[in-house]
């Protein structure tokens, strides 16, 4: 618990340390497998790691009990194992899209980093629940890896401008004024944002379309 401080709790601030000092002392005197899970626990809070990370964490510690529970390490595993294939799932629907837009061939330039995008998303939202979330995401930080590669690598001033004013106008014939490289990229930009515009007026009665074209 003494992790959820969030700054400024000197209470929990001491509780922490004063846990972990005890804790760590305490190691070398537990039987080897508590050890162990104490110190991975130290070493990566609950709080501050994956929740994957944790369970498969916690599926060793179960089965290096010497009583065992075999309906809770059953349904620790059917849990593990239903998260790792809902997010492999959602890297391979992540690197479809990534391969069909192409943007990679037409700007070589540009950084090929899904898995390192899908991480972010993955740690930021966890749980079954988001995983729409986390595809979108990642999806929105790839191209903003791709809209900055292409303002510092390659890119002329001229070209930025036209780039600038085409998302301004925010239709779909603002991209015939781009080069062909941009062209590709603001169709990718201006679908994907719609995509999640569109989602989030259903369910939230908002858009938010028009302010991102006014923060340009």
């Known amino acids: 618990m003494s992790h959820l401080d969030m700054g400024g709790e000197e209470l929990l601030c001491k509780a922490r340390v004063f846990s972990r000092h005890h804790l760590a002392s305490a190691v070398r005197y537990l039987e080897p497998s508590l050890g162990e899970y104490v110190?991975?626990?130290l070493d990566h809070p609950y709080h501050l790691s994956l929740t994957q990370?944790?369970?498969r964490h916690h599926l060793a510690y179960l089965q290096s009990l010497p009583v065992r529970d075999t309906a809770l390490e059953r349904l620790v595993a059917a849990e593990f194992q239903l998260n790792r294939s809902l997010h492999q799932k959602e890297m391979q629907a992540i690197k479809r899209w990534w391969m069909e837009l192409g943007l990679v061939q037409e700007i070589p330039v540009v950084r090929d980093q899904v898995l390192k995008w899908y991480m972010w998303s993955m740690t930021a939202l966890q749980g079954r629940s988001f995983?729409?979330?986390?595809?979108q995401i990642t999806k929105i930080i790839a191209l903003v890896y791709v809209v900055d590669d292409i303002f510092d690598l390659v890119a002329t001033l001229d070209e930025l401008s036209l780039f600038a004013e085409a998302v301004k106008m925010w239709n779909s014939t603002a991209a015939e004024?781009?080069?062909s490289y941009m062209r590709s990229c603001y169709k990718a930009l201006y679908t994907v944002t719609n995509e999640i515009a569109d989602t989030?007026?259903?369910?939230h009665g908002l858009?938010?379309?028009n302010h991102l074209r006014k923060a340009v």
């Open 53 to 55: 990370y944790k369970a």
């Open 200 to 203: 989030a007026e259903k369910e």
């Open 207 to 209: 858009n938010h379309v």
């Open 131 to 135: 995983s729409r979330h986390r595809v």
């Open 177 to 179: 004024s781009l080069p």
């Open 39 to 41: 110190r991975q626990s």
